[in-house]
T-cell receptor, first 112, second 114 residues
Framework: AQTVTQSQPEMSVQEAETVTLSCTYD???????LFWYKQPPSRQMILVIR??????QNATENRFSVNFQKAAKSFSLKISDSQLGDAAMYFC?????????FGKGTRLHILP | KAGVTQTPRYLIKTRGQQVTLSCSPI?????VSWYQQTPGQGLQFLFE???????NKGNFPGRFSGRQFSNSRSEMNVSTLELGDSALYLC?????????????FGQGTRLTVV
C-alpha cells in the first residue's frame, strides 16, 4: 500500500530564512506523481509544486523547490526567503491512478 | 476562470440524519474527487468520478456515496450520520483522471454532527 510520511509535525523559521520540510513515501510503482500542497487558515488547499517521478530534474517554482530522491523515496520541499504568507499547513502527497494520498502535514510557523 | 465551488460552506446535522454536499468543478474539468479531513486521520480519499462514472473508492463505509452529473457537478451523500463524520469535506477537480494532473481544491464544507 502507498503511504506518505511527514516526520515533522511543526516547524518554525525566521522570516527571510530558508526552511526544508521532509517527506518520504512508500510505493512499488515506478511512474507516479508527487505534490506539495499548502493549506492556510482559510482551509483552501493550494498546489505549491509538482514532480513527475520519471523526471530526474527537481521541480522549482519561484521560492519553492524540491529535492527528489527516487531511490530513497524522499521528496523534500525547500522554501527560500520565507515570507509571513508562507505560514500554513504543508501536505506532501503521492498520486497514482485516480487518487491522491496525503501525509499528515507539517505546520510551518514564520517568525517575524 | 471560476474555481471549484463547494456548497454549503458550513453545516450542522443531528446524528442519524443524512446530508448532501455539492461540488461544482472548474469549467472543462471532468474529474471530481472527494476527501475527508479530520484532525486525527488527516486527509483521506473518499472517491473519484470521471465522466459520471466512479473510478475509484476509498476505504469508507457504504453510508458514504456520491454521483456526478453530465455537467460534471458532483454530490456526495452521507446517510445515518455519526458523530465521527464531523469533518471538513474537500472536493477537488482535475482536467484529466489518472492522478496525473494537478488537482484544484474547493474551500470545503465543514460538517458538524451533534
Amino acid at each position: 500500500a502507498q503511504t506518505v510520511t511527514q516526520s515533522q509535525p511543526e516547524m518554525s523559521v525566521q522570516e527571510a530564512e530558508t526552511v526544508t520540510l521532509s517527506c518520504t513515501y512508500d510505493t512499488s510503482e515506478s511512474d507516479y506523481y508527487l505534490f506539495w500542497y499548502k493549506q492556510p487558515p482559510s482551509r483552501q488547499m493550494i498546489l505549491v509544486i509538482r514532480q513527475e517521478a520519471y523526471k530526474q530534474q527537481n521541480a522549482t517554482e519561484n521560492r519553492f523547490s524540491v529535492n527528489f530522491q527516487k531511490a530513497a523515496k524522499s521528496f523534500s520541499l525547500k522554501i527560500s526567503d520565507s515570507q509571513l504568507g508562507d505560514a500554513a499547513m504543508y501536505f506532501c502527497a503521492y498520486s497514482l491512478d485516480d487518487k491522491i494520498i496525503f501525509g499528515k502535514g507539517t505546520r510551518l510557523h514564520i517568525l517575524p | 476562470k471560476a474555481g471549484v465551488t463547494q456548497t454549503p460552506r458550513y453545516l450542522i446535522k443531528t446524528r442519524g440524519q443524512q446530508v448532501t454536499l455539492s461540488c461544482s468543478p472548474i469549467s472543462g474539468h471532468r474529474s471530481v474527487s472527494w476527501y475527508q479531513q479530520t484532525p486525527g486521520q488527516g486527509l483521506q480519499f473518499l472517491f473519484e468520478y470521471f465522466s459520471e462514472t466512479q473510478r475509484n473508492k476509498g476505504n469508507f463505509p457504504g453510508r458514504f456515496s456520491g454521483r456526478q452529473f453530465s455537467n460534471s457537478r458532483s454530490e456526495m451523500n452521507v446517510s445515518t450520520l455519526e458523530l465521527g463524520d464531523s469533518a471538513l469535506y474537500l472536493c477537488a477537480s482535475s482536467y484529466r483522471t489518472g492522478g496525473t494532473g494537478e488537482a484544484f481544491f474547493g474551500q470545503g464544507t465543514r460538517l458538524t454532527v451533534v
